[in-house]
């Protein structure tokens, strides 16, 4: 789990770029789905296992990046737009990688100035990319964090785990099937989710599901001064139950909970009051789709040191896998 998150984290992918992760990732499952698709947009879609239960599982591709707009034409600094979410807290000297593998570093106007005290707008931003980039890198061009990942004990920390973290997870849970579910399971890895959940929203027209999980990273409440919530890393899989795009059905609620008690899964409530996931696009798709989310916990999310346990992603994996292996009634 450890090698396949530092391969997947490591990986280039802003949103709507995510070729060079779904390559890996259909590496990763080719002997693990009894069907695969790469639909119009870019989803990778794998099918496993046979039931009168339709069960889509989402996690998504894409990272937080940036986009080249615009040249400086005396000094070759390149401006840029955010794809998703970008912090500005989380700008300054930070490393991006274009797709030519150009390295940029990002500065900022008056960084030991006004900028040290309060925090600037994007267009106080700039990347520099003397000396180095052959010209490929343009307005237009898309870039990403560029970080190794770290492991510390019992943590994983790096960037991307939004929500490449996840992907492992599916991935791992495909990796315990063997292709044995008594459901029919559509594994959806999406493209899209940072910019507006783009990518599950037609995945999700195309399998017709009758019921889906999206996993993603949830916030915790263990952080100095953030909002109050009880889910903490290390705590265990996180069973969403309402955020600001989706209140999770009662059902799929008990279904998850149920399982958890059973199996002896540790698991912690979640109540996300900032952010959301492909289930709340999922929940919409064709006449509605009951929808939940298995979330890993995890801090500094959207930074380059987004961190998770391991302890928490193996109870993820272990609950998603029994909730599809078994016959879901709902
Ligand atoms: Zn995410
Ligand atoms: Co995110």
């Not at 900022?108 to 700039?126: C, I, K, M, N, Q």
């Not at 919409?284 to 302890?311: K, L």
């Amino acid at each position: 789990m450890i090698e396949l998150t530092r391969k997947l984290t490591e990986a280039w992918g802003p949103s709507g770029y995510e070729h060079h992760v779904r390559q890996l990732i259909q590496e990763e499952v080719a002997e693990l789905a009894d069907e695969m698709q790469v639909d119009p947009l870019g989803n990778l879609i794998c099918k496993v296992g046979k039931g009168d239960t339709r069960i889509m599982i989402a996690a998504h591709m894409d990272e937080i990046g940036l986009m080249a707009t615009y040249v400086e034409p005396k000094s070759g600094y390149l401006r840029f737009a955010n794809i998703g979410g970008l912090l500005h807290t989380s700008l300054l000297g930070n490393r991006v990688r274009f797709e030519d593998g150009t390295i940029g570093v990002i500065g900022v106007h008056d960084a030991f100035g006004v900028s040290r005290t309060s925090v600037p707008e994007l267009d106080s931003f700039y990347i520099d990319v003397s000396d180095g980039a052959n010209g490929s890198v343009q307005p237009g061009s898309p870039g990403a964090f560029a970080y190794t990942m770290e492991v510390r004990g019992t943590r994983l920390v790096g960037k991307a785990m939004d929500d490449r973290i996840g992907c492992v997870v599916a991935i791992e849970t495909m990796r315990k099937l063997k292709k044995k579910a008594k459901n029919e399971v559509y594994f959806v890895f999406t493209v899209q989710e940072e910019v507006g959940l783009r990518g599950a929203r037609p995945a999700a027209y195309n399998v017709n599901p009758d019921v889906a999980i999206a996993l993603d990273v949830t916030a915790t409440g263990d952080e100095i001064k953030n909002d109050k919530m009880a889910v903490k890393l290390g705590g265990g899989a996180a069973i969403k139950l309402h955020d600001p795009g989706l209140v999770v059905p009662p059902a799929v609620r008990d279904w998850m909970i149920e399982r958890a008690e059973k199996d002896g899964i540790a698991y912690q409530r979640e109540l996300l009051t900032k952010g959301t996931t492909d289930a709340s696009g999922i929940q919409m798709a064709r006449a509605g789709v009951p929808s939940g989310c298995i979330s890993i916990p995890c801090r500094f999310i959207h930074t380059t040191s987004e961190t998770v346990d391991t302890r928490d992603v193996q109870a993820c994996i272990d609950l998603l896998t029994g909730l599809v292996k078994n016959p879901a009634k709902l």
